[in-house]
DNA sequence: AACTTGACGGTCA
DNA sequence: ATGACCGCCAAGT
């Protein structure tokens, strides 16, 4: 049938799974599919996150500095930091505050 | 059909 | 410690 969504429909579920007040980064899904390096895939399949029928919490994905790299896709450069601060979250210049903490590793939570 | 870009990450110089 | 390049997968032009 289809080819090729098999990567992005893992990336929404992964996503999909995370906890209230916790946050992931692109790299950390990427090699919970496997592939670490394809963290740049795992992004774009946020972007793609509106053509998935599941709600993707996808302001709760940063990178790996915990930074609100994609706050600009929110529709607002400032969307993104009032839905982290509105999960107990504190954003500073951009970049989440205690980020190892609110850190929520899909290959360790979820145990792969 | 081919090349470039993109919400990233890690390694090398 | 800082800067630059490569690798990955998919989509857009």
Redesign the pocket.
Known sequence: MKS?????EQVWQVVALIPHGRVT???AI?RYLG??????????A????HASTVKIP?HR?V???GLL??KN??GGPDV?QQLLESEGMIIENDKIVDFEKRFWDPNKELTV
Do not use: H, I, L
């Open positions: 090729g969504n098999d990567f992005f980064s692109y790299g990427a592939s670490a390096q394809a963290s740049r895939t795992v992004g774009y946020m972007n793609a996150s996808a994905v990178n790996r500095n790299t994609g896709w929110f993104m």
